[in-house]
C-alpha cells in the first residue's frame, strides 16, 4: 500500500548585526555564533564592514557570541530571532597571557588546557608538545589562571593551583602553572554494603583562600583516590551513577 507524505521546510528566521571595536571600528573575520539549549550551533564570519546574518534559525532564545584573536570575546543572551533588532557587538582588545605547566607527564599534555578568566570574560588555550601555552585576547585587569587536565577515557577532570595575573591592553603577562601531587587521600564508596562502581566524586573547597580541585571515579571494587589538594576544608559531591549526589564534608590537613 502506497503512502504519501508531503513535507513542507520553513525558511526560519534570521539574526544581523555588526561586529566593531570600542572605538566604533568594524572587525573583519570575526566568528559569530549562534547558540541554545541543545548541541546544536550555527556560525558565519563577519565582512569587511564587520556585519554578519545568521539565517535559517528555528525558534529561539539565542546565545549570539563574537570572537576574533588579540580580543576579549563579547556575547548577548536570550535572543529572539522573530523580534530582534539588528545587533551590536562590541569586542575590546584584549592582552596575551604566556606560560607553562608543570608537574604533568609528556603524554598529558595533549589532554590539558589552560583558561583565563575574569567577572566579565574568559578565553583559554592548549598546551604545546613542551608543555607552553599562550593566550591570546585574554580579559584585561586582575585575571585568574587555571589548568584543566581531562581523562579522554573516564571523563574526570583534574585543576591545578589558580594563579592571579594582572594584564594590560594590548601587554603580555607571564604565569607558572602546577599539578601538585602532595598527599594523598583514598577510599571506599558503598551503598547498602556493597561497592558503588564508577561513582563520581568532586571535592570542592569551602573557602575562597583554597584553590584546588579534584575529581575522581570508584573502580570495580568501590575504590577510588585523590591528590594534590591544598590543606583546608572541603565539601565532598559523590554522583552515583546519573543520580543526584550527596554531599559531605572532609578536611584535609
Known sequence: REVRLDVELSRGSSIAGIVVTESGAPVE?????????????????????????????ADGPYEISASRQGYV?????????????????????????RGR????????YAMTSVFAWS???????SLDSTGAFVIEGAPTGWVLVRARKTSDSTNVSVESEARKVEVAVGGDATVELEFLKGRM???????NGAPLVSAALGFNPRSPL?????????????????????????AVVVQPDAT??????VTRT
Not at 73 to 97: C, F, N, Q, S, T
Not at 213 to 227: F, I, K, N, P, Q
Open 73 to 97: 570575546d563579547a556575547a548577548v543572551a536570550d535572543i529572539d530571532p522573530k523580534a530582534a533588532v539588528p545587533l551590536r557587538l562590541v569586542l575590546k582588545e584584549g592582552g596575551r597571557i
Open 119 to 125: 567577572n566579565e570574560a574568559g578565553a583559554g588555550a
Open 244 to 249: 543526584m549526589g550527596t554531599a559531605h564534608r
Open 29 to 57: 573575520h570575526a566568528r559569530v555564533m549562534a547558540s541554545w539549549s541543545s548541541p546544536e550551533w550555527q556560525t558565519t564570519q563577519t565582512g569587511a564592514d564587520g556585519r554578519f546574518q545568521l539565517d535559517g534559525l
Open 185 to 191: 587521600i583514598t577510599g571506599h564508596v558503598t551503598r
Open 101 to 108: 605547566v608543570k608537574g604533568l607527564e609528556t603524554w598529558e
Open 210 to 234: 583554597v584553590q584546588t580541585h579534584r575529581a575522581a571515579l570508584t573502580d570495580a571494587s568501590g575504590m577510588y583516590e585523590v591528590e594534590g589538594l591544598d590543606d583546608g576544608d572541603y
